[in-house]
């Protein structure tokens, strides 16, 4: 514990210091002070000034007890001691030093999660009213909202329930799908198999979306070409298109999206223009993000 403290405390113990550890100084060690005693003669003039200050040092802190400050005119704290004063004080209060470093971190986590939520509303408009894009429910809707998703993802698998209860209860609700496959070759297949569907056949999308994932995650070339065939498409349509320039094409630009919105997993929601919802969430959640977005 020591250790740790001073490599990583003592380099901002400084600042820690004047911000936070001073009251506490001079609650227990004594009162920072400084006395000015003016000696004046019988027509008011100033014939001697005293001035006594009263200063903290080193021996104010032995064995994790106080002991009385030192009184000298006009003594001051050098570096050394300073550094000295400020390691004994650590020692002393590790709890106080742990609370300001776990703050510290929270404070960070947050900046960054700020931080990613803004990066990933930059893609809005590369996604919204991009006919390349699959998505669900009106396509007029004035309510927009983007899931990225992978369909071996199960925390995404667990997401179905919720949006199309959301695409039940809003009619105004449009629900773009930004297919991200980050779970491996399988995940890869799958898109391909979804993008095609709806490069062929947009009605048949919303269908075939929702069985990938009632089949994750065992998800290969032979249960994918199982479950084209099961939606009434023709197999060896879909499978050439699997492999086709326009599905390149696509999967190349939804990697660009990826990596501008900043995305590192799945699900991830964008709600209009304003909202950001990392992971999987609960229905209210969205819920209340939709009613409060700008769109």
């Known amino acids: 514990m020591q250790s740790i403290l001073k490599g990583s405390v003592l380099g901002v113990a400084g600042v820690f210091l004047v911000s936070a550890m001073t009251p506490v100084f001079a609650a227990e060690y004594g009162t920072i002070s400084e006395t000015v005693v003016t000696e004046k003669d019988a027509d008011g003039n100033v014939i001697k000034e005293t001035v006594t200050k009263k200063t903290l040092t080193p021996a104010l802190v032995e064995d994790g007890k106080a002991v009385p400050s030192v009184e000298a005119k006009g003594q001051a704290l050098d570096e050394d001691e300073i550094n000295t004063l400020i390691a004994k004080w650590v020692q002393a ?7 300001a470093l776990q703050d510290h971190a929270q404070k ?5 999660q700020q931080a990613q939520q803004q990066q990933a509303l930059n893609v809005v ?4 009213g991009n006919a390349n ?20 993802c199960g925390y995404c698998k667990r997401m179905v329930p919720a949006i199309d209860k959301l695409l039940e209860e809003d009619e105004d609700l449009k629900i773009y799908f930004m297919e991200i496959p980050i779970l491996g070759p399988n995940s890869v297949l799958a898109t391909r198999a979804a993008l095609s569907v709806w490069f062929t056949h947009p009605e ?20 994918i070409e199982g479950l084209i065939v099961k939606a009434g498409l023709d197999k ?8 086709s320039d326009q ?6 630009a939804n990697e660009t999206i990826r990596n501008k919105a900043g995305v590192t997993g799945t699900p991830f ?15 209210s959640a969205l819920e209340n993000a939709i009613d409060e977005a700008e769109y």
């Open 204 to 223: 048949k999308y919303g269908q075939f979306h929702d069985s990938l994932y009632a089949a994750s995650p065992n998800l290969d070339q032979n249960s």
């Open 93 to 99: 209060h590790p709890d106080v030093i742990m609370q």
């Open 269 to 283: 929601f964008i709600v209009g223009k304003d909202k950001v919802l990392p992971g999987a969430v609960s229905l």
């Open 125 to 128: 408009a590369d996604i919204y």
């Open 133 to 152: 894009v699959p998505f669900r429910g009106n396509p007029e809707g004035s309510k927009m909202m983007v899931k990225f998703m992978d369909y071996r």
């Open 108 to 112: 960070v986590q947050m900046e960054e």
């Open 247 to 252: 599905v390149n094409n696509q999967l190349a």
């Open 236 to 243: 060896d349509e879909i499978v050439k298109m699997m492999n």
